[in-house]
């Protein structure tokens, strides 16, 4: 301070609008020598100081600046924030790589999607913290990003195979169904001849469902499943035909006839003291009535379209009605032969009448020769509509019957194996395409 | 006062120089068209991990470029990760073909044999045994004969459309009755040859 002066310009305080020459007073003040001498004085005062102190200012400032530089580069580095994160990469590459070797991409193709990019990400991320001067790195952001693209691709595994085992899941059931259905198809087709169609469809089926355990095996679980669904449809389609062909076996009103029609075979036998022969086609058997009780049975081979009544020439089945032997064979092809006396007039009117509905084709009799012959027994339905019967059995039945020895033959008594067929299948196929 | 205009000159120069420096468009363009390739031979199906390498390294090279168009675009290590992409989709490409090729040659191998088995299936079954008690089985096996065939279509047509994995399933499948109706055939043959 000069001598206590005031360095005020003026006592006129600033900012007073009333006062406005008080303020140009003010101004003026600010430009007198008295003030400006004192500002020069204590600004020679400033420069000695720092002319003084400078070399000390200027070391102070470097030092300051130097340890800040220093502690903010070497800060980042110290705290670990410029380490690249080797093991957090590696982590995540692994875990990606398990989402893929479980075909996460196949199983759960969204999370999969999602983890692939997330990896994409935090590798980019990575790569531009790489570049950056060591000081200057922070792979923080990045230690945040392969985290969660690990996260993702653990989740895309785990997805992944729940939903593989889902489709293998599916693709068992789908297979085990098949299979049930084919095995249901190759007992029916077993349990008498399925026409060459039906037989193909029923092949068919059965080299769907090997072919669906092929794709099964190579992991392709939806065509594995498609396969052996189209498997199942087609051996059901089977059974269907099936079950319908035999489904007259099933019929009480059929049966009950049947049934009839043996009772009054037996009683006949019975009041006559006669010997009758009845042949239950469903049940491959051929029983001796001998005075109305059963002398003999026997094991009989039918006509390989058995399940159906004969209804003409060539269509492989045996007749159904009431017949008679017409004369005995000794020598016969088929060892012994006793000859019956199909078409009789009821086969002959119905054949009219069918042949008259166009049911049968022109040119097609009613056909005929049908014997109770030997070389048969052989356990399954074989001839073109005769009743077959072993050797042993034919010698013993040629010595208990003649000429003239009804026969007759029935579908059967509603218990053989074509009314079990439709009783355990025709539930199961009913609606079914 | 010059020297310093030179140095200034140099220094501008050379930030002139790394800001124009460009990614390696032809290298990328070629790497493209390597992973076109490959997709077009089918890696997808028959080189699916070759493909999946060829994935990761486009990843890394997009990364790269991303990088460095951001900083000071220096594009060499972007050049060989290009080549890297280009060498892995050249290779998935070669290991679909190969892969490809190895499965049609399956197939055509699996229905080939399954041709002749069925060729040799009919003419056996046409000198089977015949006779009253012969029909059925023999229709019977016509049937099998039948789907077998229609079996065997069905691979010859997947082998065409270029589903060779399908075609041998089929084949193989179809392989397995023809055996069957064979080992019948010759079950037929070898009873009547008893009988005699």
Redesign the interface.
């Known amino acids: 301070m000069a001598g206590g002066t005031p360095i005020v310009p003026s006592a006129v305080p600033p900012g007073s609008r009333s006062a406005s020459p008080a303020l140009v007073l003010w101004i003026a003040g600010a430009f007198s020598p008295t003030f400006l001498g004192a500002m020069s004085r204590r600004f020679s005062g400033f420069r000695t100081f720092v002319a003084r102190w400078r070399w000390r200012l200027f070391a102070l400032v470097f030092c300051v600046t130097l340890l800040g530089c220093a502690a903010g580069l070497v800060w980042p580095i110290a705290a670990g924030y410029t380490e690249a994160p080797l093991y957090d990469k590696g982590r995540a590459w692994d875990a990606l790589e398990d989402a893929?070797r479980a075909a996460a991409s196949r199983w759960a193709p969204d999370v999969q999607r999602e983890a692939?990019s997330a990896?994409?990400v935090a590798?980019?991320a990575?790569?531009?913290e790489e570049?950056r001067l060591l000081p200057f790195r922070d792979f923080r952001p990045v230690r945040s990003a392969l985290a969660a693209a690990e996260d993702k691709a653990r989740r895309a595994q785990a997805e992944g195979n729940r939903g593989r085992l889902d489709a293998k899941a599916r693709a068992d059931e789908a297979l085990a169904g098949g299979e049930m259905e084919v095995a249901r198809g190759t007992e029916v087709g077993e349990a008498m001849?399925?026409g060459?169609?039906t037989?193909?469809?029923?092949?068919?089926s059965?080299?769907?469902l090997?072919?669906a355990k092929?794709?099964h095996a190579?992991g392709d679980f939806p065509e594995a499943q498609r396969r052996a669904e189209q498997a199942a449809a087609q051996a059901r389609a089977v059974s269907k035909h099936a079950v319908d062909a035999a489904s007259r076996y099933a019929e009480p009103s059929l049966v009950a006839r049947w049934r009839r029609m043996i009772d009054e075979t037996i009683r006949w036998s019975r009041s006559s003291g006669g010997t009758a022969i009845v042949v239950l086609k469903e049940n491959h058997r051929l029983d001796v009535y001998d005075d109305g009780r059963v002398v003999r049975s026997y094991r009989a081979d039918m006509g390989?379209r058995s399940v159906n009544d004969k209804l003409a020439s060539g269509d492989?089945a045996t007749p159904e009605g009431r017949y008679r032997i017409t004369h005995k064979k000794p020598g016969s092809a088929?060892y012994k032969a006793l000859a019956l006396d199909y078409p009789n007039s009821e086969d002959r009117a119905r054949f009219a009448q069918m042949k008259r509905r166009g049911q049968i084709p022109r040119g097609v009799g009613p056909g005929g020769l049908i014997e109770i012959h030997g070389?048969g027994g052989?356990g399954?339905?074989?001839?073109?509509g005769c009743v077959a019967i072993s050797n042993r059995d034919i010698d013993d039945l040629f010595r208990r019957v003649g000429v003239g020895t009804p026969v007759t033959i029935v579908g059967g008594d509603g218990q053989g194996r074509f009314a079990r067929l439709v009783r355990e299948h025709g539930a199961s196929t009913s609606g079914t395409q | 006062m010059r020297k310093m205009m030179a140095v200034l000159s140099l220094v501008f120069g050379l930030v002139l120089v790394a800001g124009c420096s460009k990614p390696p468009q032809q290298a990328i363009d070629s790497a493209n068209a390597s992973i076109d390739a490959a997709k077009q031979a089918g890696a997808a199906d028959y080189a699916p991990d070759s493909l999946r390498a060829v994935d990761d390294a486009k990843a890394a090279l997009d990364a790269e470029l991303k990088v460095q168009q951001d900083k000071f675009r220096s594009y060499k290590k972007s050049d060989e990760l290009a080549a890297d992409v280009k060498a892995k989709a050249d290779k998935a490409a070669a290991d679909a073909k190969a892969n490809m090729e190895q499965a049609k040659n399956d197939a055509t191998a699996a229905i080939g044999n399954v041709t002749t088995a069925l060729a040799d299936a009919k003419a056996a079954l046409d000198k089977a045994p015949k006779g009253k008690g012969t029909a059925a089985d023999i229709e019977a096996m016509k049937a099998d004969l039948a789907a077998a065939e229609a079996s065997l279509n069905d691979a010859n047509a997947a082998l065409s459309s270029g589903n060779y994995k399908d075609a041998k399933a089929k084949a193989d499948a179809a392989a397995s009755t023809i055996q069957n109706v064979m080992s019948q055939i010759q079950a037929a043959i070898d009873a009547k040859a008893g009988k005699k």
Request: hydrophobic fraction near 35%.
């Open positions: 893929r692939e990896m994409r590798l980019a990575y790569r531009r570049v001849h399925l060459p169609y037989r193909t469809l029923l092949q068919k059965k080299i769907a090997r072919e092929a794709i190579r390989y492989a088929y070389d052989r399954k339905d074989w001839t073109r």
